[in-house]
């Protein structure tokens, strides 16, 4: 499994979104800067925290000209009511074959029974910038990804 880094080109792959329409990442970023970040699993404590946050400070990510994406394997149905329970504006994707954590190289977490929580900071070049991953530090996500925006 190859591990994308920091200097890296992000990959294109594309996956349906929470209303089961393909989408490339690519089309998504459109010349914008990107969060992509990797969450185990819809309506759990830490994933909820975790998007939650990110719909919170979604303003500001906007202001950095930033799209943010989530992505599990859950299939896109639960990704919806996911979004919809909690008002989510921003593109969930389902990734049910772990194509894209393979793609990434994004591994499970220390004890190998959960899918891994990373957050990836694409610049408008398309070029890694920073990666965080923290299993339980939900908020810290949102804050390093921040911190990688205004450095650029």
Known sequence: MAHIKIGDTLPSFQLPDQNGKERSVDSIR????LVLYFYPKDETMVCTK???AFRDSYEVFKDYECEVVGISS???ESHQK???HHRLPFVL???TKQQVRKLLGVPRDTFGLLP???TYVVNK???IVHIFN???MAQKHIDEALKALKNE
């Open 82 to 84: 996911f979004s919809s």
């Open 93 to 95: 994707l389902s990734d």
């Open 134 to 136: 923290s299993q339980f």
């Open 74 to 76: 859950d299939p896109h």
């Open 125 to 127: 070049e398309g070029k």
């Open 30 to 33: 459109n010349g914008k800067n």
């Open 50 to 52: 975790q998007a939650c």
């Open 116 to 118: 891994g929580r990373y």
